[in-house]
């Protein structure tokens, strides 16, 4: 079993529409919390960094973190086309340094 | 400010051959991390160098290597290549100071692409 679990889709939507994308995980010694976003042939660009449990917004953009469920959320409001993408999930430890653990990553296309 | 650069882009070599990856992370960062991408594995950690000193190793076999340079930059090394070595090779770099505690933000190159064929 994979420490973090992602449906990788695909996921299809409208424009507009509110997207969610969540993550679930087995580790509990995981603190930190993010969620990258890659576009075809391109690195991952962090969206959102989230330590231990709560939300937080940034624009269109709000990141939950349930550390008692082990799951986590990304919800992206009135979704572009833009935003199509992949979107991963990413975690680490306070001993982990630099090391990542993330999701095999969700598929989104919003359609104009 | 320039951000993670990776060279070459794309790659394309035989079963058995080697190859070596290069990263130049975001002038200051002192972390360097590479990561495999693959469609059926997602991105898996590979090591992380800070300070010329691999301080985390993923499970990957020996066949992977990587060292760190005194300007920061990095290489990555895999040796007698197999087909499944196919994949995009990524690096990212952080301030990490070494002193653990708070994450900092890892931010990623674009990656090499390797094929073996």
């Known amino acids: 079993q994979k420490e973090v679990e992602q449906d990788p889709g695909p996921l299809s939507v409208p424009e507009g529409a509110i997207v969610s994308l969540n993550c679930t995980y087995s580790n509990s010694a995981f603190q930190y919390f993010m969620w990258y976003r890659q576009y075809s042939r391109k690195g991952p660009e962090l969206l959102m960094y989230?330590?231990?449990?709560g939300n937080k917004e940034d624009g269109r953009f709000t990141a939950q973190v349930d550390k008692s469920s082990k799951y986590i959320s990304l919800f992206i409001r009135d979704s572009q086309p833009s935003d199509s993408a992949t979107y991963l999930c990413a975690m680490s430890g306070e001993t982990s340094g630099s090391r990542l653990t993330f999701g095999e990553g969700t598929q989104l296309t919003v359609n104009p | 400010k320039a951000g993670v650069t990776q060279t070459p882009r794309y790659l394309i070599k035989t079963r058995g051959q080697q190859v070596t990856l290069s990263c130049s992370p975001i002038?200051?960062?002192?972390?360097v991390s590479w990561y495999q991408q693959t469609p059926g594995q997602g991105l898996q950690f590979l090591f992380e160098?800070?300070?010329?000193?691999?301080?985390n190793k993923g499970n990957f076999p020996g066949r992977f290597s990587g060292r760190q340079f005194s300007n920061s930059r990095s290489e990555m090394n895999v040796s007698t290549l197999e087909l499944g070595d196919s994949a995009l090779y990524l690096c990212?770099?952080?301030?990490?100071?070494?002193?653990?505690?708070?994450?900092?933000?890892?931010?990623f190159g674009p990656g090499t692409r390797l094929l073996v064929l």
């Open positions: 002038s200051g960062h002192r972390s």
């Open positions: 160098y800070f300070s010329e000193t691999q301080r």
């Open positions: 989230t330590y231990s449990s």
């Open positions: 990212a770099s952080s301030k990490l100071n070494g002193q653990g505690g708070a994450q900092e933000t890892q931010y």
